[in-house]
């Protein structure tokens, strides 16, 4: 007869779930999978040292969070990205990127101002050293951080869950188009803009970087394909 689980086990049950979910998450946006590829549940359990049981709860969540398919009878499978998916991530990712102007513009400090100057001057010096792989997680981290500093956690909460399916779209594009979707002075410009405290000019910058990055995007051999689907560019207003 099976007794009830404490409040303990299930507490340890979830916490090792997360931390399952987590690792597998870092994998697939680090790039040690391929889009398209399948993933393997008793392989990842090995590697991480668990039960299958949390590795399929974590193919769960992350399927929820459009980062997985879970195919019936064929497996788990890292997301592949149409046209229209696309499209939909950077027009609401613009979106995102046009409240957080609005908001932080009023509010950022000039400490806050001088954390992401310093934070750009790291990605230039890995742009010169030609360092695409240092590059990708100091950009995450800088647009993360823009988001973070406005204190709403629910914004984060949803930016976080876009941009993480965008980096997934837009890692190895990065890495293998020699950098044709970076541009730091952009970067340089959003900061400047927050720098006038002035929210519409914030707004309309930072939406401005989403609607190019897109036009980057299908610039670079990978997306090219997309730029013929009839689907309409996303756009900053």
Known sequence: MSSTPTLLEILQSKSLSMAVQNEILKLILQGEFDVGEKLSE?????????????????????????????SKNRGVFVREFTAEDVRELYEVRIGLDQMVGRILASRITDAQINELRSMIAEMESSLADEDF?????????????????????????????ITNEMH?????????????????EEHQDIV??????DPETAARVMGEHGTHGYRRLLETREFAHLANSGEQAPVAV
Do not use: C, W
Request: charge should be positive; proline fraction near 2%; glycine fraction near 8%.
């Open 133 to 161: 792989a240092r590059y990708f997680p100091q950009n995450i981290a800088f647009h993360d951080r823009i988001v973070e500093m406005t204190g709403n956690q629910k914004l984060l909460a949803i930016y976080r869950r």
């Open 192 to 197: 400047d803009a927050l720098a006038t405290r």
């Open 168 to 184: 997934l779209m837009r890692r190895r594009s990065i890495l293998s188009g020699g950098g044709k979707l970076i541009s730091n």
């Open 42 to 70: 008793a392989s990842l359990a090995n590697r991480l040292g668990v039960s299958r049981g949390p590795v399929r709860e974590a193919f769960r969540a992350l399927e929820e969070a459009g980062l997985v398919t879970l």
